[in-house]
């Protein structure tokens, strides 16, 4: 029960299909440890299993549909947010999405709606958020970044892999601005997972529809020689929100099974 007693936001926290997407995850992980749980999501539908999961396992959910690209939205929720909770103590930045292409064949309307996603949607997050958790005297901030962002990880997607390393340096400067305020900001940097993207547009997007083909490529790339799922990546930002890492911040932790330290 970490996160008795907190309030804690989690953007994405639907998903595009059934299984452990890392917001899903994330949100039922945190309700399970005590937090009372807001879910954002560009939609309702998808937040439904999460919301399932998250009253068997006997925990507190709630649910706001936000465009977190647009900033006004944004204000709004956190406005009604305090109205109703009076404090946000743990804000998860986990929204993203990637699309194929380097500079050459990708559209500019496909990368600017690639920063707004992925980069642009932490920035806004984090702009409302932050004078609330100053007022309060403290926060945890963990953004969901990619090893994309690190590293070549076997697709040209040139938005996706600019934008989540933007996220990683967002949190190395927002974490030493804020940390004599309370706040502490930290990264978790998934490899790459099989959640339900997997099969919903990752498989389309790469092997024509042959799901068991990407997995094994992916599988591949992977020293530990299985793929984690996003129950992985919420044991990570579960660690950085609590306050077992109260002196941790402006880090990224890496959850790829070895496969961003393998060389070939």
């Not at 706001?64 to 804000?91: H, M, N, Q």
């Not at 707004?116 to 806004?124: G, Y």
């Not at 989540?164 to 030493?176: E, L, N, S, T, Y």
Request: proline share 3%; net charge neutral; charged share 20%.
């Amino acid at each position: 029960m970490r996160f008795k007693n907190k309030i804690a936001v989690v953007t994405g926290a639907g998903c595009v299909g059934p299984g452990w997407g890392n917001g899903r995850a994330t949100a039922v992980a945190l309700a399970a440890e005590g937090a009372t749980v807001l879910g954002i999501d560009r939609e309702a539908a998808p937040m439904a299993e999460t919301a399932a999961c998250i009253a068997e396992a006997g925990g507190t959910f709630h649910q706001a549909v936000c465009d977190v690209t647009d900033s006004a939205a944004i204000a709004r929720l956190v406005a009604d947010t305090i109205a109703r909770f009076g404090r946000i103590d743990v804000l998860v930045n986990n929204v993203g999405g990637s699309a194929r292409g380097g500079p050459e064949e990708m559209a500019e309307e496909v990368w600017d709606a690639q920063i707004d996603l992925n980069l642009k949607s932490v920035f806004l997050m984090c702009k409302h958020v932050l004078p609330v958790m100053v007022g309060q005297g403290g926060g945890a901030i963990v953004n969901l970044a990619s090893t994309s962002g690190i590293r070549w990880t076997g697709a040209a997607q040139v938005a996706y892999a600019a934008s989540k390393a933007g996220v990683i340096q967002f949190g190395r400067v927002v974490a030493v601005e804020y940390a004599a305020r309370g706040v502490r900001v930290n990264t978790v940097v998934p490899g790459q997972m099989h959640t339900p993207m997997v099969e919903a547009r990752l498989a389309g997007q790469r092997t024509g529809g042959d799901v068991g083909a990407l997995v094994a490529q992916r599988v591949a790339r992977i020293p530990l020689g299985f793929a984690g799922d996003g129950r992985d990546t919420a044991a990570a930002v579960l660690f950085l929100a609590s306050d077992e890492a109260r002196f941790i911040t402006g880090t990224e932790l890496v959850v790829d099974g070895g496969m961003s330290v393998r060389c070939g």
